[in-house]
């Protein structure tokens, strides 16, 4: 078996302050591609919060033998984490697209 190895590439990875994320390259996403990506990333907190919102609930319910309604977990944990992600998002995706924008001109 052969050893491949990489001459010229840098062995650092990629930063969250550089525009990049995971090795994702935020920096450079486009207007439309970063508003897709916040709302993806709304809906993605929205429902994550509410499943273990329904989960405590239902653990609460059995444990304490109340009946707390399972509505609560989509008004009250539900959709505040998913507007706050949501907002967050777009303001840091925002920030970047406007930055490449600025950079360019």
Same mark, same amino acid.
């Given at each position: 078996m052969e050893h491949v190895s990489q001459h010229g590439s840098s062995t650092s990875p990629r930063t969250f302050g550089s525009g990049y994320l995971f090795g994702v390259p935020l920096g450079d996403l486009g207007f439309f591609t970063? *508003? *897709?990506?916040? =709302? /993806? !990333?709304? #809906? /993605? $907190? #929205? =429902?994550?919060? %509410? +499943?273990? $919102?329904? +989960?405590? &609930?239902?653990?609460?319910? %059995? &444990? %304490?033998?109340? $009946?707390v309604? +399972? $509505? !609560?977990?989509?008004?009250?944990?539900? !959709?505040? &984490?998913? *507007?706050v992600v949501l907002v967050m998002a777009l303001g840091y995706l925002g920030t970047l697209w406007v930055r490449r924008q600025l950079r360019k001109a």
């Open positions: 970063s *508003l *897709l990506m916040s =709302f /993806a !990333l709304g #809906f /993605a $907190a #929205f =429902f994550a919060a %509410t +499943f273990c $919102a329904i +989960f405590g &609930v239902l653990i609460y319910n %059995t &444990v %304490t033998h109340h $009946a309604d +399972f $509505a !609560l977990t989509y008004k009250r944990v539900g !959709l505040p &984490v998913g *507007l």
